[in-house]
Structures are given as structure tokens and as C-alpha cells.
């Protein structure tokens, strides 16, 4: 089993930054792939941002390129997620997800069929 624990959400005005982390334990040698997800109120979960733990490759949805940087530290068995220039409309709980396979694209847009564990989420509200 892996557990994941998500934290650094808070309440930030537009334009702030966040960095979140998701720090993984258990059978960590068992993780290939590590994302990021996001699920607004009323609205179905979106797959942010993965990327894979044995090379780095990453992916970013259309709505997290430019803002966000996906990050690994193996020696930690920690991911992280910076956000800059947060937007309003980036208000959510934001999940981390862990793959026993190394698809990182799969895991951020198939997660029901790739993700194969679940962190309990960090919540994001972006508002003056």
C-alpha cells in the first residue's frame, strides 16, 4: 500500500502563488507515475499535471500550461505543484494520485483506469 498526504492549500488572493506537496510513503518503490487533479464545486475532477518518478517526464493540461511546474524529489518521496498567478477559477481541492504504471499522460487524463492510489485532498480558494 501507499499513502499520500497532501498539504500547503490556503486561501490566496488572485495573482498569489502555492506550492503544494504530496508526500508519498509505503511501498514507494511500487509508484511510477505521480499526479495532480483538481475537482471545483459542481464540476467533474480534471487531471492537472503528471509526471513520472522514474525519469521526469511530465504532462500539463491545457489549463495548467504556463502557470503551473510539476516537480519530483525521490529522496523525499515528495511531488510538489507550483502554482503561480492564481485565478479565481483555480479554486478547488486539489488531489494527488499515484500510478503503479509509468503513463504519465494516461494517469492524468485516464485516471480511473491509472491511478491507483488517492491522497484525501488540499484545498485551494483563490479570492480577494
Known amino acids: 500500500q501507499v499513502q499520500l498526504v497532501e498539504s500547503g492549500g490556503g486561501l490566496v488572493q488572485p495573482g498569489g502563488s502555492l506550492r503544494l506537496s504530496c508526500a508519498a510513503s509505503?511501498?514507494?518503490?511500487?509508484?511510477?507515475?505521480v499526479g495532480w487533479f483538481r475537482q471545483a464545486p459542481g464540476k467533474e475532477r480534471e487531471g492537472v499535471s503528471c509526471?513520472?518518478?522514474?525519469?521526469?517526464?511530465?504532462y500539463y493540461a491545457d489549463s495548467a500550461k504556463g502557470r503551473f511546474t510539476i516537480s519530483v524529489d525521490n529522496a523525499k518521496n515528495t511531488v510538489y505543484l507550483q502554482v503561480n498567478n492564481l485565478k479565481p477559477e483555480d479554486t478547488a481541492i486539489y488531489y494527488c494520485?499515484?500510478?503503479?504504471?509509468?503513463?504519465?499522460?494516461?494517469?492524468?487524463?485516464?485516471?480511473?483506469?491509472?491511478?491507483?492510489?488517492w491522497g484525501q485532498g488540499t484545498p485551494v480558494t483563490v479570492s480577494s
Open positions: 509505503g511501498f514507494t518503490k511500487d509508484v511510477y507515475a
Open positions: 509526471i513520472s518518478s522514474k525519469d521526469g517526464t511530465s
Open positions: 494520485s499515484a500510478s503503479r504504471y509509468n503513463y504519465v499522460e494516461k494517469l492524468c487524463v485516464r485516471s480511473p483506469l491509472y491511478a491507483s492510489w
